[in-house]
C-alpha cells in the first residue's frame, strides 16, 4: 500500500474511532475529532504531515501517479 492511502485509512480509522468514543464514553473525545480534522486543514496548506514523515522512514514509498505502485 503507498502513503496517501495510507495516510487517508489512518484519519478514517481516528475520526471514526474518536466519534464512536465521543458518542458511548465521553464527549471530550470530539475534541480528538476535532484535532484531525485541524491537522488534515494544516497538512494541505503546508504539505507536510507527521505520518508522512514516519512512513518515510520505515520505507513507504508515495504513490505512482495515477495511483498506480511504485516498485
Do not use: D, K
Not at 491537522?39 to 520505507?59: A, V, Y
Amino acid at each position: 500500500m503507498c502513503m496517501e492511502r495510507i495516510v487517508r485509512l489512518v484519519a478514517g480509522i481516528f475520526v471514526m474511532g474518536s466519534l464512536a468514543l465521543g458518542y458511548w464514553v465521553s464527549p471530550y473525545f470530539y475534541l480528538f475529532t476535532a484535532f484531525v480534522g485541524l491537522n488534515l486543514f494544516q497538512s494541505s496548506l503546508t504539505r507536510w504531515c507527521l505520518l508522512e514523515e514516519i512512513l518515510r522512514r520505515f520505507g513507504v514509498h508515495p504513490c505512482a501517479p495515477g495511483g498506480a505502485r511504485q516498485s
